[in-house]
């Protein structure tokens, strides 16, 4: 197994200390209240494990969480759904339903760079609330609020379907709000960065209003756009080939 890479078929718990009360076991379901701390062998560490766990043979379910690891905390709860344990956890990606309802919770892009290495050097948090439900392929966020360290922030509807290949990855905002600048974006779609006209950063922040969905090389989004140069409606075709200069189609009206 790499290292610094979390591996679903080599995991290594260690360093586990903590307390359980209130354990029952009756027929097929065990039910604990659980406060512990342990180590992963990828080196990513469970600092604070605080819950009312619940394990049945379809579901194992943290409520009442807080979940503090290296840089982010967890709050409210998480539950992993399978149809068999052993066999789905070794497919988590594609094979485990999850739910969760985040509130007020922060997440580090480097505890997530754990699961999705291709975040390692973005470097930023991010405030979140949401109601999360599906595979880490294929889920969704209701009533969605992010917001970074950088003046960033998303609110809407969310869809992710195709992880962990973020190439192939579609993505789906409904209802969306958000604002960030050429440089956020330019780290989850690098071609941003070749735009030499219009000069992207002489936008400043930019605040988006309306829907978009696509992959990271064509968007289409259609609504309102408003920056430090004036505003626009637009119903557009957005497109960044892997070889080739960014470019736009469809209808672009100046306010």
């Known amino acids: 197994p790499r290292k610094n890479i979390f591996d679903g078929k080599h995991v290594e718990i260690?360093?586990?200390?903590?307390?359980?009360?209130?354990?029952?076991?009756?027929?097929d379901t065990i039910k604990a209240n659980i406060n512990l701390s342990a180590?992963?062998?990828s080196g990513l560490k469970v600092k604070k494990l605080q819950t009312a766990f619940r394990l049945t043979p379809h579901i194992m379910e943290f409520s009442k969480l807080l979940l503090q690891t290296n840089k982010s905390t967890l709050n409210n709860y998480y539950a992993m759904q399978y149809k068999d344990l052993n066999t789905d956890?070794?497919?988590?990606?594609?094979?485990?339903?999850?739910?969760?309802?985040l509130r007020n919770s922060s997440i580090?892009?480097?505890?997530?760079?754990?699961?999705?290495?291709?975040?390692?050097?973005?470097n930023e948090k991010f405030l979140v609330?949401?109601?999360?439900?599906?595979?880490?392929?294929?889920?969704?966020?209701?009533?969605?609020?992010?917001?970074?360290?950088?003046?960033?922030?998303?609110?809407?509807?969310?869809?992710?379907?195709?992880?962990?290949?973020?190439?192939?990855?579609?993505?789906?905002l409904k209802q969306a709000n958000v604002q960030t600048n050429?440089?956020?974006?330019?780290?989850?779609?690098?071609?941003?960065?070749?735009?030499?006209?219009?000069?992207?950063?002489a936008l400043g922040n930019v605040h988006f209003v309306g829907n978009f969905s696509g992959t990271l090389h064509n968007v289409?989004?259609?609504?309102?756009?408003?920056?430090?140069?004036g505003g626009i409606t637009a119903d557009i075709v957005l497109s960044?080939?892997?070889?080739?200069?960014?470019?736009?189609?469809?209808?672009?009206?100046?306010?």
Do not use: C, H
Not at 220 to 229: C, R, V, Y
Not at 241 to 255: F, H, M
């Open 220 to 229: 289409n989004a259609k609504g309102a756009l408003s920056s430090a140069l």
């Open 89 to 101: 956890m070794l497919n988590y990606v594609t094979n485990v339903t999850m739910k969760a309802v």
């Open 182 to 201: 050429s440089r956020e974006i330019a780290f989850i779609v690098p071609a941003i960065s070749t735009i030499k006209s219009p000069d992207l950063a």
């Open 129 to 172: 609330n949401g109601k999360l439900a599906g595979t880490v392929s294929d889920f969704s966020i209701q009533n969605l609020f992010l917001r970074s360290s950088s003046n960033t922030f998303v609110s809407g509807d969310l869809a992710v379907k195709g992880l962990p290949d973020a190439n192939k990855t579609t993505i789906t």
């Open 39 to 41: 180590s992963e062998r």
């Open 240 to 255: 960044f080939p892997l070889n080739a200069q960014p470019s736009y189609k469809g209808i672009v009206e100046t306010q």
């Open 108 to 122: 580090s892009t480097d505890d997530v760079a754990y699961f999705a290495p291709g975040l390692n050097k973005w």
């Open 14 to 27: 260690s360093k586990i200390n903590g307390s359980i009360n209130n354990f029952s076991f009756l027929k």
